[in-house]
């Protein structure tokens, strides 16, 4: 039922991946698919970690890759109020809308279960998450570099040995502290350098080699993505653009059957429509429209 407030109608129901809520460009999904089915296949072990969901575009995309026994741990603000007025100012300018019921309605939509939620600053996450526990860790929460340093050092806590961490955001001109967070842990703590796209930075505190030359033989397999290799920091640094990248399959909607369903009265009414052309002699239904057009002049 809904909250009190709160009307069945606002409550969304995506029918399609596309109506969720949120910035996910294909070519970031094309990656997150590229990564997190590579760990299936070399069954690298770990759980999942979102920081930061919003409406839950992301989080619905990863949902689809946890495997039997795995935990998917979600942690964001949503109606909290911010521990600090720095970034209770940048919720209230750029989220206004965001609430954990949207979250939930839209998640459900695609799958059974909620991930484990932790509405709470980002910063408490090492108490819900083990240590060297996470395979895959997507950050994407404040853009404040005091928070982004703190989640960065538990992205690097929680992640095994071959875990992949995707930073947000880490070149968009309005996230300076982001830039800046991230990019400091590939010069002081290690972070080594995977790939980029035009948003979004992935890396491991593991050996990046394999990786990285296993995923520019994929590049050279798109047709729709180009990229380029430089060497950044010591290590190869994959940059792909995506102007024309072609999504992955999404993720299905269990509302997809109500996509363009035709409303039960409006079908009744277009049948007595198609009724009355049958019945009516073409005589009739000449004068009638010749008296409708006369009404109209």
């Excluded at 109506?19 to 070519?27: C, H, I, S």
């Excluded at 690298?44 to 949902?63: C, R, T």
């Excluded at 990229?227 to 399959?249: E, F, Y």
């Amino acid at each position: 039922m809904p909250h009190s407030g709160e009307t069945a109608d606002a409550i969304p129901r995506p029918q399609r991946f596309a109506d969720v809520e949120g910035w996910f460009w294909p070519v970031d999904q094309l990656l997150f698919d590229w990564f997190l089915r590579r760990q299936s296949n070399l069954e690298h072990q770990g759980d999942l970690l979102e920081l930061g969901a919003y409406m839950g575009k992301s989080a619905i995309f990863m949902g689809g890759y946890l495997r039997q026994g795995e935990r998917f741990t979600v942690c964001d603000l949503w109606d909290s109020p911010a521990v600090d007025d720095p970034n209770s100012a940048e919720m209230n300018s750029a989220y206004a809308t965001l609430t954990r019921r949207a979250f939930e309605a839209n998640y459900l939509s695609f799958h059974d279960r909620l991930p484990t939620m932790v509405q709470a600053p980002t910063s408490v996450i090492a108490s819900h998450v083990g240590a060297g526990s996470c395979r895959f860790v997507h950050v994407d929460a404040s853009h404040l570099y005091e928070h982004v340093s703190g989640d960065v050092a538990a992205a690097r806590e929680l992640l095994g040995p071959q875990g992949i961490a995707a930073f947000d955001d880490f070149r968009s001109e309005h996230c300076p502290g982001v830039a800046a967070a991230v990019w400091a842990a590939v010069a002081t703590l290690g972070l080594r350098p995977i790939a980029v796209t035009s948003t979004k930075l992935y890396g491991t505190w593991g050996d990046p080699a394999p990786t990285g030359e296993e995923l520019q033989r994929w590049l050279r397999t798109r047709q729709d993505l180009w990229h380029a290799v430089d060497q950044v920091a010591g290590v190869p640094l994959i940059r792909i653009r995506g102007t024309n990248a072609k999504s992955p399959a999404p993720p299905v909607s269990r509302h997809a059957s109500l996509r363009g369903r035709t409303s039960p009265v409006r079908e009744q009414a277009r049948a007595v429509r198609r009724l009355a052309k049958d019945l009516v002699p073409p005589a009739l239904a000449r004068a009638v429209r010749a008296s409708r057009h006369r009404r109209t002049l």
